[in-house]
């Protein structure tokens, strides 16, 4: 079984149009996280849940909205989507243990292309 | 000057050749370091986690320089299967985010 899965795998759509990304865990970890990969590969955090509270919010903008309905979730809307947010979108969990967080779980990925 | 650096490679080694990866990091207060592999089109998924002593995991040994802020990588007996991008990872101490650096890529040749 899939330890943190995430939908859709690859998503082509137009400027200017929304879309959300989701994850799922069913590791029973209590944080979630959302990374974008460019096309440089670097790969960068952008927002991380931790018992559904938003704890961790990169300077990202405000078309960036994640949502967190439970602990095993975090969705990742995107509106007005631009050609720079062309890139492969990232969601992990692991488990927050005094503060640090301890090995991270990666999703597959979901390969956004906008044109 | 990026809170943490690696050279992006790539490494064309020949298997069974060992190999060395390099990475620098800019908080003195960072506390927790660990390497990720990066495979093409793939996820990362954890490697191993750098402790203060050093740490070896079979063919790969981590080391970690406080002083010197950097962090290594070993990689003994290269394998075909070891191709693959190196991804260093730091957890600087107030912020408990995880940073990647931007990976170094190794090839293993036959």
């Known amino acids: 079984d899939t330890a943190v899965s995430q939908t859709p795998k690859y998503l082509v759509t137009q400027m200017g149009n929304d879309k959300s990304i989701k994850c799922e865990q069913n590791?029973?970890?209590?944080?979630m996280y959302w990374y974008k990969q460019d096309s440089k590969k670097f790969l960068k955090i952008m927002f991380s849940?931790?018992?559904?509270?938003?704890?961790i919010n990169e300077t990202v903008p405000n078309r960036f909205s994640p949502k967190s309905p439970d602990k095993a979730h975090l969705n990742l809307h995107i509106n007005s989507l631009e050609l720079g947010d062309s890139a492969v979108y990232f969601c992990?969990?692991?488990?927050?243990?005094?503060?640090?967080?301890?090995?991270?779980?990666f999703g597959p990925g979901t390969r956004l292309t906008v044109l | 000057r990026k809170e943490v650096e690696q050279d992006p490679g790539p490494f064309n080694v020949p298997e069974g050749a060992t190999v060395a990866f390099n990475c620098t990091y800019s908080?003195?207060?960072?506390?927790?370091f660990f390497w990720y592999r990066q495979d093409c089109r793939k996820e990362p998924k954890l490697l191993m986690s750098v402790y203060s002593s050093g740490n070896e995991d079979g063919r790969f040994t981590a080391q970690l320089n406080r002083a010197s802020q950097y962090i290594s990588l070993l990689i003994r007996d290269s394998k075909l299967s070891d191709s693959a991008t190196y991804l260093c990872v730091v957890i600087m101490d107030s912020s408990y985010k995880l940073i990647f650096g931007s990976g170094t890529r190794l090839l293993v040749r036959p």
């Open positions: 908080n003195s207060a960072s506390q927790s």
């Open positions: 849940y931790n018992n559904k509270e938003l704890i």
């Open positions: 992990a969990s692991s488990v927050w243990t005094s503060g640090i967080s301890n090995e991270q779980f």
């Open positions: 590791l029973g970890h209590d944080t």
